[in-house]
């Protein structure tokens, strides 16, 4: 009984930043894990970040690390990623997802999705 849907994909340059959010409906939201994971043209659906409900603990793919941060405000029902110093191997169709634990979601076993939204970064 969650709903997401992410906004803030665009065209963008190496080197610059995006912030993606996922607005989640669904007053259970608070209580789910929710990360972000993508996919490039010819490739599998990969782990980018998740951050428990809480907020208190945070997971990232080696290839984001310490460029890209997750948060979330819950009383929002929002979760954002932040995306900084990007490079064209970035690009991929973003989704954003949640489910009961952290740790099985960065495995990917998430309990729901959104559509996606595309992020393109040119060179």
Do not use: H
């Not at 659906?45 to 951050?51: P, T």
């Not at 948060?71 to 110093?85: E, F, G, I, W």
């Not at 970035?90 to 960065?106: H, I, M, N, P, Q």
């Amino acid at each position: 009984q969650v709903q997401l849907v992410e906004s803030g994909g665009g065209l963008v340059q190496a080197g610059d930043s995006l912030r993606l959010s996922c607005a989640a409906s669904g007053r259970a939201f608070s209580s789910y894990a929710a990360g972000w994971f993508r996919q490039a043209p010819g490739k599998d659906r990969e782990f980018v970040a998740v951050i428990t409900w809480s907020g208190g603990t945070t997971y990232y793919a080696d290839s984001v690390k310490g460029r890209f941060t997750i948060s979330r405000d819950n009383a929002k029902n929002t979760v954002y990623l932040q995306m900084n110093s990007l490079k064209p191997e970035d690009t991929a169709v973003y989704y954003c997802a949640a489910g009961v634990r952290s740790r099985t979601l960065v495995g990917g076993a998430a309990d729901y999705w959104g559509q996606g939204t595309q992020v393109t970064v040119s060179s």
